[in-house]
C-alpha cells in the first residue's frame, strides 16, 4: 500500500509523507474518532499511561535532574543512564485516571480496527494488570501477552533515602523483562479465524520467515546507542523488536498498522523497514518533529535477532538458522 491511498487518514492535521506510511501531528483520541470505522488491521504501540510523565510540569523536572515522577537513575563508570518513569509514584486517583484513559483509547480503537485485528501495547510489570483489565472493558479481547526480556535498569533499588540503614533489602525485584498486552478485535459471532483472513484480512498472527510461528517471549536487547542517537525519545524501542512485532501483526502482509503514541516515530521505521504501511500519530510538536527527522535512518539500520525462546528441542531435520543468532529481518 502507497502512502498515497492513506491520505484518507490524513483530514486536515499536518503530515509527514514517508515511503509506506505517514506521521500525523495530532491527538489519538480525537484522531480516532474521526477516521472511518473498520479501517484499520493493527495496532501498535508503547503508550504514556495517562501521559502523567509526559506533562510539561514532569518533562520540566526531568530535564533539571529534579526526578518528580521520573527516576534519574546515579551514574555508573562515566555513564550517564537514561531517566524511567516511576510508575509506582501513581496514587489511588491517578491509578484510576489511568484505567479511565485506556477503557477510552480501547473503545476508540476498538470502532477503528477491522473485526480481527490485533493490538501489540507495551506495559510494565507495575501497571500491566489494571490497563490490560481496562483494555477488555473497552471492548478489546484478550489474547496473551508477549514478553520482551531485557534487563532494565526500574526496579532492584535499595530503599530510597536510607541505602545504608537497609543495605541487603531491595524494594522490588529487578526488571528482567517488559510484558505487552496482545489484544483482538472480537470477530463476528460465529466466524471462523480462516473466514476473518479472507474476509478482513485479520484474525490470525503472521507466521516468522523462518515458517515457524509467532513466539511470545522473545529475547531483546537494551535499544542501542545508535538508535538513541537518531531519536532521542524517553522511552524508544529497539527496531530488532519493533520489526518482529510489526511483522506479525499483520497476518498476510497487508493492510494498515497504526501506532498512537508514535513518539519517536520507531514504530513506523520499522514497518518502513520490512515495506508495510503504518500510520504514526503524535501529539507533541516536539515529537513530531522528532519522529519527521528518525523515521527514515532508524528504517535503514540493519538490525539482528537473537534466537527465539524454544521450550522444545526440534529434530535435526527441523533445525533451521531460528536456532542460532539470525538476520531474518532487513
Known amino acids: 500500500m502507497l502512502n498515497g491511498e492513506l491520505k484518507r487518514f490524513e483530514m486536515h492535521y499536518r503530515t509527514q509523507k514517508f515511503e509506506r506510511g505517514i506521521l500525523v501531528h495530532a491527538n489519538c483520541f480525537e484522531w480516532l474518532s474521526a477516521i472511518p470505522s473498520n479501517s484499520l488491521h493493527a495496532v501498535v504501540t508503547d503508550p504514556p499511561y495517562g501521559v502523567k510523565e509526559y506533562e510539561e510540569v514532569e518533562l520540566g523536572k526531568r530535564s533539571a535532574g529534579k526526578g518528580g515522577i521520573w527516576r534519574i537513575p546515579p551514574s555508573f563508570d562515566g555513564c ?15 491509578r484510576q485516571a489511568v484505567r479511565t484513559f485506556f477503557v477510552e483509547w480501547s473503545r476508540l480503537v476498538s470502532r477503528a480496527l477491522r473485526p480481527g485485528g490485533h493490538v501489540f501495547l507495551a506495559s510494565n510489570t507495575f501497571l500491566s494488570q489494571l490497563v490490560f483489565e481496562a483494555l477488555v472493558e473497552g471492548g478489546l479481547e484478550f489474547r496473551g501477552e508477549l514478553i520482551r526480556l531485557v534487563r532494565t535498569l526500574r526496579g532492584g533499588d535499595r530503599p530510597k533515602n536510607a541505602e545504608k540503614e537497609f543495605p541487603g533489602v531491595c ?13 483482538r478485535k472480537p470477530m463476528p459471532s460465529g466466524m471462523k479465524v480462516s473466514d476473518c483472513l479472507r474476509e478482513f484480512q485479520t484474525g490470525g498472527l503472521r507466521r516468522r520467515p523462518d515458517s515457524r510461528p509467532f513466539f511470545d517471549v522473545i529475547s531483546c536487547e537494551r535499544t542501542p546507542k545508535a538508535e538513541r542517537l537518531i531519536a532521542n525519545h524517553p522511552s524508544i524501542k529497539p527496531q530488532s523488536l519493533l520489526r518482529q512485532i510489526v511483522h506479525a ?36 510538536q516536539e515529537y513530531f518533529d522528532l519522529a519527521k527527522d528518525a523515521v527514515v535512518p532508524l528504517s535503514r ?15 535435526e531435520s527441523q533445525r533451521t538458522p531460528a536456532h542460532r543468532e539470525m538476520s531474518l529481518f532487513p
Open 249 to 284: 501483526a499483520l497476518p498476510l502482509g497487508q493492510g494498515v498498522i497504526v501506532d498512537t503514541f508514535a513518539g519517536s516515530g520507531s514504530t513506523v521505521a520499522a514497518a518502513e523497514a520490512l515495506g508495510l504501511s503504518c500510520i504514526g500519530v503524535e501529539r507533541s
Open 301 to 315: 539500520r540493519s538490525v539482528r535477532m537473537r534466537a527465539p525462546v524454544i521450550t522444545e528441542e526440534p529434530r
Open 80 to 94: 550517564t543512564r537514561a531517566p524511567l518513569p516511576r510508575f509506582t509514584a501513581l496514587n489511588t486517583k491517578e
Open 171 to 183: 524494594s522490588m525485584p529487578k526488571g528482567c523483562y517488559e510484558p505487552w498486552g496482545i489484544m
